[in-house]
């Protein structure tokens, strides 16, 4: 999870998605600039939530309506430093604190669609296998333009999960 400036809760990796990038590329970019991480991404996502944009939501418009697409991220590599280090914080905590400190009730649905799926053994491989492997999940908000497409690594691979080249 990362921290943000002046505020004691948590929030998972999340951001915009560029016209030329897919979804998949987009949350790898993220996990990447916000939280200094590199692995792979699951190739489902977890769901969609839709919720407003932080710097539109208490102004009574119709604008800043994010929906938003939660993947998790087997992460493989942790960077001493990264793009946004100086903005946010990088926290690893257990299942139970990120409950409890992430700021959004949407993301802690989204934790809780990660820990179903990990105990059903679905794509991310045996359950014994997951138990020592940091799973992480990893936002990325998009609009109604965008196209889900295939997943992607985050810079590295795994056999348990589909790749495709870039």
Partial sequence: MISSPNRDDLV?????WEN?????EAACREALEEAGVKGVL?????????FRSKS???NGSLQGGCRGYMFALRVTEELDSWP???????KWVSIEDA???CRYDWMREALRKLLTSL?????YGP????DALPLRPVISEVGSEHQISSPSSCFSSHSSVQQLAA
């Fill in 127 to 130: 359950r014994e296998e997951l």
């Fill in 20 to 24: 030329d990038e897919t979804m998949h």
């Fill in 56 to 58: 539109k939501q208490n």
């Fill in 99 to 101: 409950f409890r400190f």
């Fill in 84 to 90: 946004e280090q100086a903005i946010y914080g990088r």
């Fill in 119 to 123: 105990s059903e053994n679905t794509e």
């Fill in 42 to 50: 699951g190739e489902t996502p977890l769901g969609q939530w839709e």
């Fill in 12 to 16: 998972f990796p999340k951001g915009g």
